[in-house]
């Protein structure tokens, strides 16, 4: 089980810190990852992390932005978000993938419950 947490109302230009805390099983050998859905919008990826937390992939615009990273003694991954827009106002969801060690996109099978993430102007 994924449980996201940390989401709320932030002014543009702030920062908020997601957490995905895991429970259940031991998601420490798989490939976390974070996505969004905005409001009449399809669920996009937003970035993601191999086990060791050696490689990362962001989205193009999320880069420079956000950092993934995972703390897998607490079976719990991080999504730091800094200079928020109002165009990353969305629920975010994060997710596990365990068919493959390498970082994609797509083809998670683990997902957790949103948290919602309010970006003003």
């Known amino acids: 089980q994924l449980q996201a947490s940390g989401g709320g109302l932030v002014q543009a230009g702030g920062s908020l810190r997601l957490s995905c805390a895991a429970s259940g099983r031991t998601f420490s050998d798989y490939v976390m990852g974070w996505f969004r859905q905005a409001p009449g919008k399809e669920r996009e990826f937003v970035a993601a992390i191999n086990w060791g937390g050696g490689v990362t992939v962001y989205a193009d615009s999320v880069k420079g932005r956000f950092a993934i990273s995972r703390d897998n003694a607490k079976n719990t991954v991080f999504l730091q978000m800094n200079s928020l827009k109002p165009e990353d106002t969305a629920v975010y969801y994060c997710?596990?993938?365990?068919?493959?060690?390498?970082?994609?996109?797509?083809?998670?099978?683990?997902w957790g419950q949103g948290t919602l993430v309010t970006v003003s102007s």
């Open positions: 997710a596990a993938d365990s068919y493959t060690a390498i970082v994609r996109q797509r083809g998670y099978n683990y």
